[in-house]
């Protein structure tokens, strides 16, 4: 590892590592199986979600990427075990900040969370090549490499710790990599309130000649999370 990396990677107990399932990535995301088959897709950053593990066996052609991957894949999903248990305890007593339909009860959410952990750990051991360490707003992807790009759980959720410049450079480079459109989910901070510079953004994105659309999806478990940003490249 270079030192350039070894200096922007973060260390493993700053990473949280819990991710979603392929079925919740669908609804997030307001897609189907049929609409991203022969498309070449990034989930940036992917996290411990089993997206890329379930898309690739499906017969869809997916890539991931996250900083998390500096790491062995048996850390991350040790890691991962214990940062489920960690985020349930942490579910019960603010159990109503979030919306009880998609998910029966916590049980039921551990039960998708281990799903997810389990089925990225494994593949990540058998297709390492599709879990690419990256340290955003930098990727290493050719111009236009990826038809669609998904992101979930990142950028306008961590308001407080990632400032409008750092958002905007990170745009620009999934733009970079994008050859059609990218899709952004949610459009709210940690606090379920409306990213903050979210207009600003949008007309930004508007004035380099793309079209953008906030979409309501079905999909909300954290209260008010429930739309995403759909890109379309100009």
């Known amino acids: ?30 897609l189907s199986k049929e609409e991203l088959q022969g498309k070449k897709i990034l989930d940036c950053p992917a996290g411990a979600c089993s997206f890329t593990a379930v898309g690739n066996k499906s017969g869809l052609d997916v890539t991931a990427c996250d900083i998390a991957y500096y790491h062995s894949g048996e850390d991350l999903k040790n890691k991962g075990l214990k940062d489920i248990e960690h985020a349930m305890d942490h579910m019960q007593k603010a159990k109503d900040n979030y919306k009880w339909d998609y998910f029966n009860d916590i049980e039921d959410l551990r039960k998708h ?4 952990l389990t089925d990225c750990a494994n593949d990540m051991k058998e297709s390492s090549e599709r ?28 308001a ?6 750092f958002h905007k ?12 459109e990218i899709r952004i989910f949610p459009l709210v901070d940690l606090e379920g309130k409306r990213y903050k510079d979210l207009d600003k953004l949008i007309s930004y994105l508007s004035d380099i000649g793309c079209t953008v659309e906030e979409v309501k999806v079905p999909y909300e ?14």
């Open 160 to 165: 407080d710790r990632l400032d409008y410049q």
């Open 1 to 30: 590892m270079s030192k350039v990396e070894q200096s922007t990677k973060l260390d493993l107990e700053r990473i949280v590592f819990i991710g979603r399932t392929f079925e919740e990535y669908l609804d997030m995301f307001s």
């Open 169 to 180: 450079e990170t745009l620009n480079e999934l733009l970079r990599v994008s050859k059609e």
């Open 131 to 158: 879990y690419i360490p990256v340290t955003l707003p930098s990727l290493p992807f050719k111009n236009g490499e990826f038809d669609i790009l998904l992101s979930a759980h990142f950028l306008f959720m961590y």
């Open 221 to 234: 478990f954290q209260t008010n999370a429930n739309s995403m940003l759909k890109i379309k490249k100009g």
């Open 113 to 116: 969370r281990l799903s997810a």
